[in-house]
């Protein structure tokens, strides 16, 4: 049962921390609130004076946050408003909790007064899965809005190292039903999956597609559609060559609420790893992140050109298998033989950095395992 507070007269006893932090909570959420205390140590106004009985005179809610026996007492024998007494939950009328809202839909967590924290831990958790724009309509039945609300995660879970993910990440994560997780995303994220959440490998490394983009999209809509929290675990950023808005276009023609949970990049954290800056002043103006693989297994050589370029750094992902074309093209573009490149496998986990020249290219890549990049 909510019981709307405003416009009830609200009446807070103490001038301390814990007053301190009830008047912040009465302020957050627009209720109008008078204080008595002896002394104020609170940015808000008050009536400085001893407290008596008489000064609940007219207040339909009381909150006494002077953790003081003798107040409580004589609040309790003369009561006639509703009374909420810090820290003491066995002689309360109500209790704060914590509220979870969006647009016209509230939730409140209640621990019957026992825990606030673990309220708004609850608060936080619920509210990442309250859609964002929903339309409310009494016609609605239980199965469309069911459908309505449903909300796909598509979370960058960074380059690696489980540290590297963003709190964001983290704590989506720790919300999800469902987690459809790919080869790049480290085992070690997986374990902070709830207990009971499913988890569904679909692959996607090259060469031992475990399932096809069109079957992963229509997982997700089937998961979502179940009305479970369904989350889509991606190494890296979800929009660097992550296929990650793809993803986010199919659900949304399907009416399905997307957020998009950024990630580190490898083709940042890698070189990074390496102590490369991707730029550098008087040195490296600008940075390029290409693909060497396109769609259906074809090579990308567009940008070897680009490597006249000496203030321009190279970042070239799914580099590795193409590093004999990378070579020969920018051979026989004439770009030095000597020129310095990087190639960094593995970076954050269990990393390998090779420095290597563009003659040995093609032989250093055979001697890395995968993921890697190849920095110019
Ligand atoms: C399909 S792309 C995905 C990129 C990802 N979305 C990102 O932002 O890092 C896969 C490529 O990213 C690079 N990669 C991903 N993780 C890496 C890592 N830990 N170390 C080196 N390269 C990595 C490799 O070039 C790999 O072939």
Redesign the pocket.
Known sequence: MLIKLKPKKVLLIGGGVVAKQKADVLTKQNIPFDIVTLKNNTPYPAKIKEFEISDTNGYDVVIDATGCDKVTNTLLENKNFLLNVVDKPEVCDFYFGSIAKKGDISVLVSSNGKSPRLTQVIRDRIEKILPNNFEIDRKKDYETIKNETSKVFII?CG??AVDLLTIRAYNTLKTLDVALYDH?VNPEVLDILPQNCEKIYVG?Q?GYHHKKQDEINELLVQKAKEGKIVGRL?????F????GYEEMIELTNEGIEVEIIE?????I??PTEALIPVTLRDKKDSFMVV?A?LKGARVNLNWVDLLHRENLRVI?????SRAKNIQKRALEIGINENREVYI??????S?KILKTTLKNLEKKAKEVK????IIF
């Open positions: 960058g380059p690696g790049l996607k090259k991606k190494g890296g950023h979800p660097v060559f992550g296929r990630g580190l990049t490898s083709a954290s890698a693909s693989h070239v992902l799914m580099g590795l960094i496998s593995n970076a954050t986990t990393s995968k993921p890697a990049i």
